[in-house]
Nanobody, 117 residues
């Protein structure tokens, strides 16, 4: 069964950069499926950050992260990335990745990103 494991979260200062990784295991490939990054801040609902179609077209990017965050996929490593630049305190949240198709949706366990001012 497909499993997603996020990593790369950390405590950073405002203006710094981080790259989050979402590695798939369990013998299944992420190729051909839509993938996305979401985040959930304390006391708030989970919201979309950026999504990539099955053909690697960016289908969604939150207004708050446009120009700062970039989603990408490395098929050879079976991994999805979220490059985050110029981080702001309001980016503080638990970040989750998912993979979706018409008949399934898998989530990772999340990785904490904390941005201090």
């Amino acid at each position: 069964q497909l499993q997603l494991v996020e990593s790369g979260g950390s405590l950073v200062q405002s203006g710094e950069s981080l790259t989050l990784s979402c590695a798939a295991s369990g013998g299944a490939s992420l190729d051909g499926y839509a993938v996305g990054w979401f985040r959930q801040a304390p006391g708030k609902e989970r919201q979309g950050v950026s999504c990539l179609s099955s053909t690697d077209i960016v289908t969604y990017s939150a207004i708050s992260v446009k120009g700062r965050f970039t989603i990408s996929r490395d098929s050879a490593k079976n991994t999805v990335y979220l490059q985050m630049n110029n981080l702001k305190p309001e980016d503080t949240a638990v970040y989750y990745c998912n993979v979706a198709s018409w008949n399934f949706l898998y989530w990772g366990q999340g990785t904490q990103v904390t941005v201090s001012s």
